[in-house]
């Protein structure tokens, strides 16, 4: 009895399961119904009586050894089985394509990352904005042209009391109304006018509002601001120079040209040989647009600018057609991945 269970343990470790078909044949012999195991138990009776217990102790534990031996290779080969559909978990993935950032959000980090070098919080407010902010407070007069219906998208065509923001200065009022100096903040956003698309206009496009209002503000940290924009953003030879000019909300007024980057003031096509390019326009903040944002003006003064960004991204990155900023022509955006 003893050599026959030494034996059987024997042909069950030996047992070469290699597919599903031997796995099969080991089952039936050493785990079926009627399994070589069974005609052991059945011989137990012959046994002495003293050593039934512990041939049937071996008995079992074969009959475990086989158990665990099945269930081992039915796992296995149920693996093999995946594999064999096909599914070959060792080739190298397809590469997928990456994204890249667009060219106006590369442009708007880099002049929020500017401007909070020097304390420039942001600030956002709605696209959708009352007369008020987008105008009266702003000291534009009721019968401004800008209000008319050629330049405003109303949005109900006989109110003219809510509109798509025409600019992100209706941002300048809500911060001023909403906290007391000393404020320095910066509000990147769209706005909508008007105007036929075409390579030089479009309905849509996007403005950074700059802000700062503390007591003491003059027209030099107006300027030096500005330098130190230009500088950082066209690089360290950029020049600036100030026109003046007009704005309801800001007295006294200018637009800033930069220096060519291009040509150095040589004079080229991107500058129309004149040596300079406007980005922006500025000006100290009209007495009344800090009363009527809650703001003293005897006690305080302060500085305003707004600048296009697709503006700035045409003359960083010299591209001259307004519409490709919204097209959203893959081929386009994707020379901007270096940029990242
Ligand atoms: N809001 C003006 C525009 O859309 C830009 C601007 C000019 C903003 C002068 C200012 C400023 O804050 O001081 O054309």
């Not at 130190?228 to 066209?234: I, L, P, S």
Request: proline share 4%.
């Amino acid at each position: 009895m003893e050599d026959k269970i030494k034996e059987i343990g024997r042909q069950i470790e030996d047992f070469n399961i290699k597919d599903k078909e031997t796995l099969e044949k080991f089952r039936i012999q050493f785990l079926g119904s009627k399994n070589v195991l069974k005609d052991l138990f059945a011989e137990i009776k012959n046994v002495a009586a003293e050593k039934r217990k512990e041939v049937g102790q071996s008995i079992n534990s074969l009959k475990n050894k086989a158990q665990i031996k099945f269930d081992e290779f039915t796992e296995c080969v149920n693996e093999e089985s995946e594999e064999n559909t096909g599914l070959d978990l060792s080739l190298p993935g397809d590469n997928f394509k990456l994204g890249s950032r667009h060219p106006l959000s590369i442009i708007n980090e880099e002049i929020i990352d500017i401007f909070g070098r020097i304390g420039f919080s942001v600030s956002e407010g709605p696209e959708v904005e009352d007369d008020w902010h987008n105008f009266s407070a702003l000291n534009f007069p009721p019968e401004h042209p800008a209000r008319d219906m050629q330049d405003t998208f109303f949005i109900k065509k006989e109110e003219k009391e809510i509109a798509l923001r025409t600019h992100t200065s209706s941002v300048q009022v809500r911060v001023m109304e909403n906290n007391q100096p000393p404020i320095r903040t910066i509000s990147p956003g769209r706005v909508y006018r008007n105007e036929a698309i075409s390579a030089r206009a479009h309905c849509f496009f996007h403005q950074v509002e700059g802000l700062y209002i503390d007591e003491n503000v003059s027209f030099a940290d107006l300027k030096q601001t500005i330098q130190y924009f230009a500088k950082e953003m066209f690089g360290e030879r950029t020049k600036i120079r100030l026109r003046p000019s007009y704005f309801p909300f800001t007295e006294p007024s200018a637009e800033v040209d930069v220096s060519c980057s291009l040509c150095e003031k040589e004079g080229c096509n991107v500058c129309k040989y004149t040596g300079w390019l406007e980005i922006m326009g500025c000006g100290m903040v009209d007495p009344n647009v800090l009363s009527n944002a809650g703001i003293d003006p005897k006690k305080y003064s302060g500085f305003a600018f707004g600048m296009g960004i697709e503006r700035m991204a045409m003359l960083k990155y010299e591209v001259k057609d307004l519409r490709m900023w919204s097209e959203n022509d893959v081929r386009f955006l994707d020379q901007f991945k270096s940029a990242w």
